[in-house]
């Protein structure tokens, strides 16, 4: 079973929308079955898996205990889980706890200097995680709401790479049809179907 968590410290960071477009483009690769875990209190996922009918099994479970929690939850039923978890500066505790179950972690941002300089915090948690952990999580930045031919785009990635932090080369644009996505079926593209299949490389090399 391969444990996938999105994360970043803000809210609006295109978490949820990441999510539920990597859950859905792991089910429809096929090999097992999936489970997108909803960790944030808010409960967006299990409120869009709702309201839009996925069949796509979807559980709330946002706990500090979450990593404790979750294998007697999920027994041996599922072969990749999702986890989409809160800001992390509102919940500190249940983001650390999805960092603690997962095999990967995905950390969202749009390529802005804003959101770059909001990356620190996260890669602290991930030392604090790695330090309590046998096998740490492979960690990759996930750039979403990119631009065609903004120069800020390959700035960001760098200055990500020589943090000495991965970054994926799949990216997710901005676009209307990701923008207005919440609430309804989730149509895969080719771009997260990109990200599940670098995730599932990544989490495999582990
Ligand atoms: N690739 C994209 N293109 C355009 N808009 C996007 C894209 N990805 C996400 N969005 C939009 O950005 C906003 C924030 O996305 P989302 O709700 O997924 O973020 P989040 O990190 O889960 O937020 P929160 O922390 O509040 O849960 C939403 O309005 C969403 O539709
Ligand atoms: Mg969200």
Known sequence: ????????????SSKTTSSAFLAHALAERGGG???LVDADPQGSAARWASLAEWELPVIELAHRDLHRRLPGIVGDRYSTIVIDTPPMEDHRGIVISAMRAAGVVAVT???????????PPVWSALDEVAAVREAPP??????TR?????????????????GGHRVL???VPRRESYAQA??????VGP???????ELLTLGAAA
């Not at 079973?1 to 609006?12: E, I």
């Not at 390529?111 to 990356?119: Q, V, Y």
């Open 1 to 12: 079973m391969m444990v996938m968590a999105v994360v970043n410290l803000k809210g609006g």
């Open 33 to 35: 079955d999936v489970l």
């Open 109 to 119: 941002l749009a390529p802005t200097m804003i959101e770059l300089d909001r990356l």
């Open 182 to 187: 919440y609430g309804a079926p989730v149509v």
């Open 138 to 143: 492979a960690v990759a930045a996930l750039l």
């Open 146 to 162: 990119t631009v065609p031919r903004a120069a800020s785009t390959g700035v960001v990635r760098d200055v990500v790479v020589s």
């Open 169 to 171: 080369d799949a990216m």
């Open 191 to 197: 771009h997260y179907r990109a990200v599940a299949e």
